[in-house]
Each structure stands twice: as structure tokens, then as C-alpha cells.
């Protein structure tokens, strides 16, 4: 089968030189086409260019063709999101209102709050349930453009939990069309452990890593470094025990402090570094030159009031960045990647083709996914979506809070998102 979309307004995000990841100056320069096609077959794109170079004679008389109009609209590969927590099982709006009224993120953690308010919460939850309200998510962030998906565990705590939620993930990943990884993460230390860190560290390390190794229930894993959390020596040794299980580190650091988490994580080579609050020169250079790709969270930063990562300095010393959604209940309760784009052109000094390369072929590399995904070249994934008539690529972007996508297009299939084009109030009007 394949698949032609024609007429495209203008094709975004091409790369012809198939690059897997974009840093400083070239963040700047999105590739596009006018008046485009792409062609698909199967689950991969073959071909794409300009209109005046399709052609339909080429093809074999047995081929069915599926053909789709995109006259006024444009196509963009799928976003990637490298950072999610979006296995939950409910949602924290008290916390979210006594911040409101005063209270900090780190008290309400100190009072048994956040993580561990989650983890209590999922503890209670069935297997069962956690999938289907996590599947729901699933939907809800494919509507808005995103074709992938990492997803962490880290609201168990327990092995037993822990488990859970990675058995969890392992059947999404066997259930939806998006393409997602997976990623163990040593969150929090439970309150029964705050005395007796030691314990815990010996509990991850050499029970809860080897288990989730031998079952391959991780792609990858990550350490929450930073003031309050875990330490550097800590995460340095987790980082330790997963790279002995052949898992990749990734780091949340540098939110809440300067934790030295960025240095631990391009020691261990992580794949990312993300959060990045606080970031100076030192981790500016350790980042240079490194294996780490730099990822901001912007939708962290927002509902949590956070001071801001220095975007603007690390792209202009030569750095790639990612963003990602961080989709999670405490600090980041969505997943729209459209909205990270919004907040990375509004807060942190981005331009448009900045947060195209940042949620998607940057953030492709943050997951480990770049040759396959996060942009659009030949032989990559068919993963991604045609919009309604828009004027310009920029105004995704600017039309912050909306959603612009009409179609979304995963592993060369069409997925039915559209609403009813002619709900019943319309008649009212007409
Ligand atoms: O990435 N910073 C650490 N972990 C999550 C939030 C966890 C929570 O509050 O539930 C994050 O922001
Ligand atoms: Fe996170």
C-alpha cells in the first residue's frame, strides 16, 4: 500500500543529509519544500520533494494508492517527547493550590507531598487501571502531534511497584501505534528509607536494576540528581549499575539546585541531560563536545515557577537543545508539544525553527530514536501530521493553547482524531 499526501503547502523539517541531531547556529535553519509531496509505503516514507518531480507514472499498476490533498495545509514529522511520567494514578491538584496560596514545590515534598503523594496513589492502583488511564493519555498527546513517546516509571519506589509500572509500559508499547521507550527512574527516597539512604541504594542497585534488566523491562535509566533528591555519588553509582545491565543513563538535573548532575550524567555518557534550571559555564562545557543532549522542560518551568534554563546561552555556545513535555502530575500536568514550542519562543528567546528542531530530532536523539525518527528523510518512520490551512509554520507556535493538527499519520496509517466536522449546535447557525 502506499500512500501519497500532495499539494503540500510546505513541507517541514525535511533533512536529505539524514542528521541526528542539529546544535547552535544550524538550530536556526529549518529545511522545507513548497508545494511538496511525500510518499510513503508501508510504514516508511520512500520519497518526498517537489510536486513537479512526483511521478505517478512510475508506479507499478498492482500498487494501491491512497491519495490525500493538502492544498493550504502543511506537513510536519511527528514531535518526539523524551521526558514523560504519564503512568499516574491521579491527579494533584491540592498541591497545585496550595502552591497557589504560598507553599513551595520542595516544602510540599518535604511534607510527603509529590513523589510520594504519586507513589502512594499508584500503590493503590490495579495494573489494569493504570494502563487504560494511560493508554487515554496516550490519545490525548497523539492528538496533539506526538509520534513518540519516552515514559518513565519512578512513582513505585518499591520493587514491587516499580515493577508495576514498567509492566505497564511494556503493554502500551505492545498496544498503541506511537513509538515509545522506556525508562527506569530512581526518583525519591520513601520516607521509611530518609535514615537509611544506604539501604535503598543497595535496594536499587542490586535488586530492583539486575530484576528489570533480566526481565527488559527498561530501555534506559535515569537518577533524579539534584537538592533534596539524590546526590552526585549517588547517581554516579546507579548510573554505574544500569550501564553494567547494558541500560543507558539519562539524568534529571540542575532543577531545584546546582546538583552536579549534568557532569555525573556526560561522565556515564547519558543520552540526556534534562531540567537545566541551573546551568553556568562549567556545565555549558562539560556539555560541549559531549554524547549528552541538553533537554529543557518548559512546561516544568511554567507551572512550577522555576527560575529558567539558560537556552538562549547554551544554543549560542554551540550546544544542541531538546525540549520535552515532562507530562506528569506534580510539575507538569501536560503533554502538548505544541504548547512547549509556545513557551520555548515566548519564555527562552527560541525562534520558530529553534523549537522544530528541539521537539523533534533533537529530542529524537534524546530517546535514543534520531535514525529512524524526527524528521523527515527517506527510509525514516512515516510518523507525522498534516495541519489545518495555516499561513505560516511560525503561527504553531503563536497560536499558543490551540491545536492546529487535522491529521495524524503514525507508521503510514492514518489515525482518526477529527472531530465531527458538523457537530449538531452547528446547525443552530446555519
Ligand atoms: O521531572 N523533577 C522530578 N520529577 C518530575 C516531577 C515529579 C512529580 O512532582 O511528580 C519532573 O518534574
Ligand atoms: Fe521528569
Given amino acids: 500500500m502506499r500512500m501519497i499526501l500532495e499539494n503540500i503547502k510546505e513541507l517541514v523539517q525535511v533533512d536529505p543529509k539524514n542528521r541526528l541531531w542539529v546544535a547552535g547556529k544550524s538550530m536556526a535553519e529549518v529545511q522545507t519544500i513548497k508545494n511538496a509531496f511525500v510518499l510513503i509505503k508501508g510504514e516508511q516514507i520512500v520519497d518526498f520533494g517537489p510536486m513537479d518531480k512526483l511521478r505517478l507514472s512510475d508506479f507499478e499498476a498492482d500498487d494501491l494508492i491512497m491519495e490525500i490533498d493538502c492544498s493550504g495545509k502543511m506537513v510536519f514529522p511527528s514531535y518526539c517527547d523524551s521526558h514523560t511520567h504519564l503512568v499516574f494514578a491521579a491527579t494533584r491538584e491540592q498541591e497545585f493550590i496550595g502552591r497557589i496560596k504560598g507553599l513551595t514545590y520542595e516544602e510540599i515534598a518535604q511534607q510527603g507531598g509529590g513523589i510520594l503523594n504519586s507513589a502512594r496513589r499508584l500503590h493503590e492502583m490495579s495494573e489494569d487501571d493504570l494502563f487504560h488511564h494511560a493508554m487515554e493519555r496516550l490519545d490525548e498527546i497523539m492528538l496533539t502531534g506526538t509520534g513518540a513517546v519516552e515514559i518513565k516509571s519512578g512513582y513505585g519506589l518499591t520493587t514491587e511497584s516499580e515493577l508495576k509500572m514498567l509492566r505497564v509500559i511494556r503493554r502500551m508499547k505492545q498496544h498503541s501505534p506511537l513509538l515509545i521507550k522506556s525508562t527506569f527512574l530512581a526518583h525519591a527516597f520513601p520516607m521509611e528509607y530518609r535514615n537509611k539512604r544506604e539501604e535503598y541504594l543497595s535496594l536499587l542497585i542490586n535488586e530492583m536494576i539486575p530484576q528489570i534488566a533480566s526481565e527488559e523491562l527498561a530501555d534506559y535509566v535515569d537518577v533524579f540528581c539534584d537538592r533534596g533528591f539524590f546526590t552526585m555519588e549517588e547517581t554516579d553509582r546507579i548510573l554505574m549499575a544500569g550501564m553494567k545491565h547494558e541500560m543507558k543513563g539519562k539524568v534529571h538535573a540542575n532543577e531545584l539546585a546546582n546538583s552536579g548532575g549534568v557532569q555525573v550524567g556526560v561522565k556515564y555518557n547519558a543520552l540526556s541531560a534534562d531540567h537545566l534550571e541551573f546551568v553556568e559555564e562549567e556545565e555549558i562545557s562539560a556539555l560541549l563536545g559531549s554524547e549528552t543532549m541538553p533537554t529543557v522542560l518548559p512546561g516544568a518551568a511554567f507551572f512550577l515557577n522555576l527560575k529558567l534554563a539558560p537556552v538562549r546561552k547554551m544554543i549560542d555556545a554551540g550546544l544542541p537543545v531538546a525540549m520535552a513535555s515532562d507530562y506528569n502530575p506534580g510539575s507538569s500536568p501536560s503533554g ?42 527517506k527510509g525514516k518512520v512515516a510518523n507525522l501530521f498534516i495541519t489545518k490551512e495555516i499561513s505560516s509554520y511560525a503561527v504553531i507556535p503563536y497560536s499558543f493553547g490551540s491545536n492546529l493538527i487535522e491529521t495524524v499519520i503514525l507508521n503510514g496509517e492514518i489515525i482518526s482524531l477529527t472531530p465531527d466536522p458538523s457537530p449538531k449546535w452547528r446547525g443552530e447557525f446555519e
Fill in 336 to 377: 502538548n508539544m505544541n504548547f512547549i514550542q509556545s513557551l520555548g519562543c515566548l519564555k527562552y528567546g527560541m525562534s520558530p525553527e529553534e523549537t522544530i528542531h528541539a521537539t523533534t530530532i533533537n529530542s529524537a536523539y534524546a530517546m535514543g530514536i534520531s535514525e529512524s525518527y524526527g524528521s523527515i528523510a
